[in-house]
């Protein structure tokens, strides 16, 4: 082999190296949820239009409510429920792996869903991974606002049996 070929080779392998090095990093850094963020996103938003639902809900600062940015909004109400919370796989389009992306967003009930406005429904669909566009799609804040009711008959009449 010439010292031409062999420098080629070595190139080709330290690319090869960085390429997966690249990739490795990337993948860990997009399935891992970081503390040293540096503005958490809201989780839970409260329906503007109540007073006392801020307790129930967790809602970002009074500033952010005002200005309707809750991008970077702190989170004052996302510590784990108590509860165990609702099925959320009830909701057509919502499987066990998109229900439990949303409990590590500290979303585990039909009112917090039902609850969202067009901005909160962005911020949360920005966290959803693979699961982006779902809630919109599959409609979710209005199956979950029907069955945050318990009006099931209403729900099964526009999206289907519920199996559960």
């Known amino acids: 082999m010439s010292q031409t070929t062999i420098i080629v080779i070595a190139v080709i392998v330290v690319i090869a190296l960085l390429l997966l090095l690249f990739l490795l ?14 503005a958490p996103r809201p989780a839970q938003p409260a329906p ?3 007073q006392g639902a801020n307790e ?6 009074e500033a952010t409510a005002a ?3 809750v991008s970077d909004a702190p989170l004052s109400g996302t510590q784990p429920q108590t509860n165990a919370g609702d099925q959320l796989t009830l909701l ?11 409990g590590e967003l500290g979303v585990t009930r039909f009112d917090q869903i039902a609850a969202w406005d067009d901005n909160d429904v962005a ?10 566009g779902r809630i919109a ?7 979950a606002r029907l069955l945050a009711r318990g009006e099931r008959e209403a729900f099964e009449a526009q999206f289907g049996k519920i199996s559960g």
């Open 48 to 50: 503007r239009s109540t």
């Open 123 to 132: 911020a949360i669909d920005a966290q959803m991974g693979t699961f982006k």
């Open 56 to 61: 129930s809900h967790g809602v970002a600062s």
């Open 137 to 143: 799609r599959d409609r979710w804040v209005q199956q």
């Open 67 to 69: 200005t309707g940015d």
């Open 92 to 102: 057509k389009g919502l499987g066990p792996k998109a229900a439990s992306r949303l």
């Open 25 to 38: 990093r990337g993948r860990k850094q997009h399935v891992t949820l970081s503390d040293t963020s540096p």
